[in-house]
């Protein structure tokens, strides 16, 4: 009996330090998702879920239906929050952020003991003459003395999850915006080559009704004639650019079925009276990139483990064996009960495995952290200010066509028009004139898409979530290149 005390104290003592230990924080199911939401919503001025059941699913759909306006076009606000609302990889990444809350709480545990419990017997049949009960618990005390360092790094991995669901969510915020951006570009363009090409339209029957009364040459009226037919294939080219535009928006915001029928505006807002100062980006930037401070953490937690690695250098793994014996023996018809405790200690002789080469790992991954701590630093640094000066040259470049390029293109049309019909100049050049027009209108909505891209660009350039279209390059250039119509 005293034997079968002492097991169950052995059984109880560690099973009931490991139900004490427990961490509220890591325990809940939306377990560090608060930190998120509020850290992207200082950003996005948006609300992000968690979706963990069904009534928050149906929540989330009703929110979703609401938000699709079905009368008017969508709004680049309203489609960034709908995407963090209904966008799946989303939910995944939080998923992760859960995996990483349930890693915490994992760690914050004792190790379950190892119990064994065996009984050894001699004698005939229903008589006991001898028989020996075993039994015998196993704790990693290694475990137990290194606890508190497994739970410190546990919880600064636990504190990286979060920034990285922070920068995901910011992310799809970022890649929503240039979607919505791109997607509304590509119908400015598909509405003014429609628009050219009616007019062209118009002076190819015209054409073709002088070629039958002999006034017009009939090269002439091939010239007005190919215009027509190239036009239209660059409106067919137009248009599939936007429909594509359109799906990658729609995928980000996770919309399927009937929800398909949404709209978007059919050109982008005009360009501000003038352009934000951001004297400081670099600096703010610094401050609040949350790649950055994922980085750090990942240097914190990169020195901790190298720190558990040098303290647990020779012993890498330390049992304690707790246990008793208790012997029953028949001696002239007299039985006889003899109980002996036992403790043992296991662990591993460094004869071979020093830890040298552990150490060596633990060191190079430190070294290894610091320096992508460094390369981040520096990069943020470029990119902030790469993200201004797109911005900002990106604003003179669309100011300019929509102040200088486009009125000179319309005043040669205009003027070409009046010797046309002064019979002063010929159809080829008319067409010329026209032709150039409708690219120099082309160039001016490709390069407001490309400010209130750099414009979209700044938030992630100062706070993370995305690449940020770092050049001063512009799509201008490519389609400068191009015929009428060849920017899509």
Known sequence: MIGTRKLILALAFPLALSGCVTDAEYSRKEAGFTSVANKTATVTAKEAVWIQNQNQARSAAAQVKSLLPRTKPLDVETAVQIALLNNKGLQAAYADLGDSAADAWQSTMFLNPTVSIGTTGMGAPGLEAFKTIEGMIATNILALA?????????????????????????????????????????????????????????????????????????GAQAREHVFVAELTGETAKARLSARLAKEELTRLMGLWGSDLDYQVPNSLSPLPKSVIRRDTIEAEALRNRIDLQIAKLDLEATAKSYGLTEATRYVTDLDILTGFETEREIEDDEKKTRTTAQVELEFAIPIFDTGKARMRKSELAYMRAANLLAEKAVNVRSEARSAYKAYRSNYDIARHYRNSVVPLRTKVEEESLLTYNGMISNTFELLTDTRDKINSILLSVNAKRDFWLAEADLAPAIYGGGATKASAETEVATASESSAGGGH
Request: no cysteine; charged share 25%.
């Open 146 to 218: 290194t606890k508190n360092r497994d739970i410190s790094i546990a919880d600064t991995r636990f504190r990286q999850a979060q920034l990285t669901a922070a920068v995901k969510t910011l992310q799809v915020a970022a890649d929503t915006r240039r979607a919505w951006i791109a997607a509304v570009a590509s119908w400015e363009n598909v509405g003014h080559l429609q628009r050219a090409q009616a007019t062209a339209d118009a002076a190819s029957e015209l054409a073709e009704k002088l070629g039958e009364t002999g006034a017009m040459t009939k």
